[in-house]
């Protein structure tokens, strides 16, 4: 891969670990409707989506970084 693209997939990683973590730490009951899911779904739910995106972000991070 390319250097830009790196940074690209990294920056994407970072920005995705970020959302995925506000989700996950921010979710107290209430509907989120910016990055926390569906307001249908249980806040357990989000907090679970939210932990999916900040172990995507991670592998994206980290696959900037050794490839």
Known sequence: ???????LMGVA???IASV????AIR????????S???????????????IVLVLFGACLIAGSIVL
């Open 1 to 7: 891969m390319d250097s830009p693209s790196l940074v």
């Open 13 to 15: 990683g970072w920005i």
């Open 20 to 23: 995925g973590s506000w989700t």
């Open 27 to 34: 979710n107290n009951g209430q509907v989120i409707r910016f």
């Open 36 to 50: 926390g899911g569906a307001s249908w779904m249980s806040p357990s739910m989000r907090r679970f989506w939210g």
